[in-house]
């Protein structure tokens, strides 16, 4: 193309680049927001303005941003192996410690000592689409090749590939894709404030719930459903913390029917929960776990399934009859991403950031409710650990919800931006999601709220409109 006299970068961007998970009418009409560098909890933008990232990237920069100890690990590595492919049975030295690790990890902190082995990706959604092929794969090897249905629930989120996508329970993400794929099946989102019918107490609700599992496992028939896909707390979807009772009641109903439990722990994995693994903060037991995000504190893409000696004792087997397991990725157990993945974990657990956010979490939470407990636009405030999510309705004394099509979270996200904060305005539900790195102080998310109030002060007037007009 020509280039005109003063193209700016905003100007190539809207030429040039097709974004994710972005309105086009919005991006070619108002450009990009640039940012060049980061450093701890904030970004600085192209003009120099200074935010603190409530969100981690996209859940994800764990340890925080410039962590020169994992640039170092990465130039390191890449001088030392810079591509190592594992088909075949090839394998680098990383890439075998980093799955040593994960699995030592899990069987101590996460009280799961039944998981027994590591396939490696690049991102949480080939995680998750593994998952869908693995279950399938290993009833087909049981003799059961009917048993391939995979239930998920409404608002989960798992990923945008063909597979993850369907398994993904929000909208948006289906739209004009022809997903869900046939095999997928979804239940109610478990989100007692938003969901759970007037006088109905939060055990009515689960119970509510499971049974609704039960009727779908009926009508369906057992003999055809495969597995349960589940964050242990929901993240795009809204931040849902599961209700009383929900994981217990449901890991019941799977074992009665020998469906497996697949746990998507690409947000909650690595100390977001202020534990290390929300498998361990629930006591689940999950058959295949996916792991991407603070994995690498997402300084490479990577991504990990742990599957479970149920699983992994009928690949063995049977593999002298079936030959080689046909699945896997050019990048997977990537050697330099394996190395950033170990010096990740070094970091995590040297400067205790598991705990930190197992201190400060509580932190965050208590400030957003004393600071916006009464505001009137703001039905709910939860959060677990450094997870945190506020939740919009137009009228706080019924619940009611602002009218379809209105975002009252998505302009407050706008004004928190220019106030220097940055919150997810989530797909699902009308939430503003806080999910800064680990290792954010007190004193920096008191900085944030400040920030985030003024926010909603300076939005009030369009939350006003947007409220009356429903």
């Not at 000696?309 to 990537?334: C, K, N, P, Q």
Request: glycine letters at 10%; aromatic letters at 8%; a negative charge.
């Amino acid at each position: 193309m020509t280039i005109q006299p003063n193209y700016t970068l905003r100007d190539m961007d809207r030429a040039s680049l097709f974004h994710p998970v972005t309105s086009i009418h919005d991006q070619q009409t108002n450009g990009p927001q640039i940012y060049q560098s980061g450093l701890g909890v904030e970004l600085i933008s192209s003009e120099g303005k200074r935010l603190i990232d409530m969100g981690a990237g996209l859940w994800c920069v764990n340890v925080g941003y410039g962590r020169s100890e994992l640039a170092d690990a990465a130039a390191q590595a890449m001088r030392d192996l810079s591509f190592q492919h594992l088909f075949g049975g090839a394998a680098s030295e990383p890439s075998i410690r980093v799955a040593d690790r994960l699995l030592s990890l899990f069987r101590e902190r996460a009280g799961a000592p039944h998981m027994a082995r590591v396939f490696f990706g690049t991102s949480g959604s080939d995680a998750n689409d593994t998952a869908f092929k693995l279950v399938r794969y290993y009833n087909n090897l049981r003799g059961r090749p009917l048993k391939k249905k995979i239930i998920s629930r409404m608002g989960g989120y798992h990923g945008v590939t063909h597979a993850s996508g369907s398994l993904t329970g929000i909208e948006a993400y289906h739209k004009a894709f022809d997903l869900p794929v046939d095999g997928v099946l979804h239940t109610s989102c478990p989100h007692y404030f938003t969901f759970g019918l007037p006088g109905e107490t939060e055990e009515d609700y689960t119970n509510r719930l499971i049974g609704e599992l039960e009727t779908m496992i009926e009508r369906e028939g057992g003999e055809t459903i495969a597995a349960f896909i589940a964050e242990p707390v929901m993240g795009t979807g809204g931040v849902f913390l599961p209700p009383k009772g929900y994981f217990e009641r449901l890991q019941a109903v799977l074992d009665r029917h020998d469906i497996l439990l697949i746990v998507d722990e690409v947000i909650t994995g690595f100390g977001r929960l202020g534990e290390w693994f929300g498998t361990g903060a629930y006591k689940l037991r999950p058959d295949i776990v996916s792991l991407a995000k603070g994995l690498t504190s997402a300084y490479f893409p990577m991504s990990a399934s742990i599957i479970s000696d149920r699983i992994w004792s009928v690949l063995v087997e049977t593999s002298a009859e079936t030959g080689a397991f046909m699945h896997g990725f050019t990048y997977s157990g990537h050697p330099v991403g394996a190395a950033v993945a170990l010096a990740n974990l070094d970091l995590i657990e040297g400067e205790g950031l598991v705990d930190n956010a197992a201190t400060v979490g509580p932190h965050l939470l208590r400030s957003l409710k004393q600071a916006l407990a009464d505001h009137p636009f703001i039905g709910d405030i939860r959060g677990q650990g450094l997870m945190a999510g506020i939740e919009f309705v137009a009228d706080k004394a019924t619940k009611r919800p602002f009218a379809k099509g209105m975002a009252p979270h998505r302009v407050v996200a706008r004004h928190a931006t220019q106030q220097g904060v940055l919150t997810r305005a989530l797909p699902f539900l009308p939430v503003n999601s806080f999910s800064p790195p680990l290792s954010i102080t007190t004193e920096q998310i008191d900085e944030a709220v400040k920030r985030y109030v003024a926010a909603l002060t300076s939005a009030e007037a369009e939350l006003k409109t947007m409220a009356n007009s429903g």
